[in-house]
């Protein structure tokens, strides 16, 4: 298993026909892209790394792939936190349960902001959500991957779309694909997406797209179930429901009737579906 070559499958959803690269099915344990942003740090040799720490959410997708990296490089894992809802820690469920599993040692507080200096040889920093230049690495390979398939598929005018929380992915595969990249913010606002992008690259920008309706990261929205599920019943395909769901009103709201070639980059994250669905099922459903 070398982590590459996720297959792409064409799917309508809404009477739109669109293409999925599907990174959700790279691997088992490791895929989506986080896998991508962190293949850097999987394929290369780091003889005098024992410990690797990070921070951000407990239910975060991008600590789960951590883990796994961890473990199959056999380093230590630190992850900080700001705050545990107590129901996760007498009840681990998804991101969290696994990454727990895989070793990593979870604190509670603050990461201390001198621990960025990064004055240990032994031990790497990874920034909240892997947004950092080592990321270019294994998205260049998911746009090469891209590119030959539109070459053999002889597709001329294609265009690329996924949603973006630091944006890190969508980014990287402007710098390196022919085509236009077009993305959705959905941790902060346009704005702030915007400057994630000027942090790493000065120029080159995906397109932003928005809604209407302001988002909060990580909040139940009813038209986010119903899109997530209808996704499901027209495509058989389960997307993500913290990204995705706002992609696809993306998707639907832009590009009805689309004149040019559609391919939606699948970025994985279903393991942290299971604690999101619990609270959708609770909030919408009335089961318990
Ligand atoms: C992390 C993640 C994103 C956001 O990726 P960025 O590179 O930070 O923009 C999108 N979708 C899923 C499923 C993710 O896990």
């Not at 040692?105 to 031990?123: M, R, V």
């Not at 559609?262 to 393991?271: D, P």
Request: neutral net charge.
């Amino acid at each position: 298993m070398d982590y590459t070559n996720s297959p792409i499958q064409k799917i309508t959803f809404n009477n739109q026909e669109v293409f999925i690269k599907r990174d959700d099915l790279l691997h088992k344990d490791f895929s989506g892209n986080k896998a991508r942003k962190f293949f850097y740090f999987l394929k290369n040799d780091f003889d005098n790394i024992t410990k690797v720490i990070s921070s951000g959410s407990s239910q975060s997708n991008a600590m789960y792939s951590l883990s796994v990296l961890c473990k199959l490089k056999n380093w230590e894992f630190d992850y900080y936190v700001d705050h545990i809802a107590p129901f996760i820690k007498t009840n681990p469920v998804g991101n969290y349960k696994e990454a727990l599993k895989n070793g990593m040692s979870i604190i509670e507080k603050q990461i201390p902001e001198e621990l960025f200096q990064n004055k240990d040889k032994n031990t790497l920093v990874i920034p909240e959500g892997g947004a950092l230049k080592e990321a270019a690495y294994g998205i260049k390979i998911l746009a090469d991957e891209i590119i030959n398939w539109a070459v053999d598929a002889n597709i001329k005018d294609l265009k690329i779309f996924l949603p973006s929380g630091t944006g890190t992915t969508a980014l990287y595969l402007q710098k390196y694909l022919p085509f236009e990249v077009i993305t959705c913010a959905c941790v902060g606002d346009e704005e702030y997406l915007e400057k994630q992008f000027s942090f790493l690259e000065k120029e080159n920008h995906p397109k932003i797209l928005s809604l209407e309706k302001k988002y909060h990261f990580g909040k139940p929205y009813k038209e986010f179930y119903e899109i997530h599920k209808e996704l499901k019943k027209q495509t058989d395909i389960e997307f993500d429901l913290l990204y995705d769901s706002k992609g696809w009103l993306c998707v639907n709201k832009y590009f009805d009737n689309s004149k040019s070639t559609i391919l939606y980059i699948h970025q994985g994250g279903l393991l942290g579906n299971i604690s999101m669905l619990q609270r959708y099922k609770y909030k919408y459903d009335k089961i318990t």
